[in-house]
T-cell receptor, first 112, second 111 residues
Framework: QKEVEQNSGPLSVPEGAIASLNCTYSDRGSQSFFWYRQYSGKSPELIMS????GDKEDGRFTAQLNKASQYVSLLIRDSQPSDSATYLC????????????FGSGTQLTVLP | SQTIHQWPATLVQPVGSPLSLECTVEGTSNPNLYWYRQAAGRGLQLLFY??????ISSEVPQNLSASRPQDRQFILSSKKLLLSDSGFYLCAWIGFNEKLFFGSGTQLSVL
């Protein structure tokens, strides 16, 4: 059974701080990793993808991947109240979303 | 650019009633399409996927069925809804590099 584990939270950080979201996965064959942001009552929105070990930065977001430790993280710098949402981690093998496994999400609250 | 339309946004149905949720995709041809369900506070569960017209694969045995009558149309159905069918239903298509893009979702409440 392929699993993706996330701390459900809630995680609270003050505005302007760095939010750190973590995710571990069980399938060593996973090659693709994604972070989705989901506002309450809305559909998930892709915010980051990462495929190789190391860091990938996009604006205030940095995704980090360590395949040896089977660990993925998302850092949000200069957190804003608008970042308050649930963040879903997903891991998969190449070729099809059929192979994509989602975590249950971490709820983030950024306090003004 | 590609867009995915899903309706209705909200649905309240009695137990035992039928269900039909529709999803259409624009701006791409022969997309791989997916139906997910998200129960409250839970992760996304893949229900069905389709690689083409008339081609449906079921991931989880359940009270639901899916059909793909046209290239860009994907329909989720049930003949008789159960309480356990309540949830947030999401249609999605997969783009370049395995990136999954979701429709706006349907919140289904079965009472």
């Amino acid at each position: 059974q392929k699993e993706v584990e996330q701390n459900s939270g809630p995680l609270s950080v003050p505005e302007g701080a760095i939010a750190s979201l973590n995710c571990t996965y069980s399938d060593r064959g996973s090659q693709s990793f994604f972070w989705y942001r989901q506002y309450s009552g809305k559909s998930p929105e892709l915010i980051m993808s990462i495929y190789s070990n190391g860091d990938k930065e996009d604006g205030r977001f940095t995704a980090q991947l360590n395949k040896a430790s089977q660990y993925v993280s998302l850092l949000i710098r200069d957190s804003q109240p608008s970042d308050s949402a649930t963040y879903l981690c997903a891991a998969g093998q190449s070729g099809s979303a059929r192979q994509l496994t989602f975590g249950s999400g971490t709820q983030l609250t950024v306090l003004p | 650019s590609q867009t995915i339309h899903q309706w209705p946004a909200t649905l309240v149905q009695p137990v035992g009633s039928p269900l039909s949720l529709e999803c259409t995709v624009e701006g791409t041809s022969n997309p791989n399409l997916y139906w997910y369900r998200q129960a409250a506070g839970r992760g996304l569960q893949l229900l069905f996927y389709s690689v083409g017209i008339g081609q449906i694969s079921s991931e989880v045995p359940q009270n639901l069925s899916a059909s793909r009558p046209q290239d860009r149309q994907f329909i989720l159905s049930s003949k008789k809804l159960l309480l356990s069918d309540s949830g947030f239903y999401l249609c999605a298509w997969i783009g370049f590099n395995e990136k999954l893009f979701f429709g706006s979702g349907t919140q289904l409440s079965v009472l």
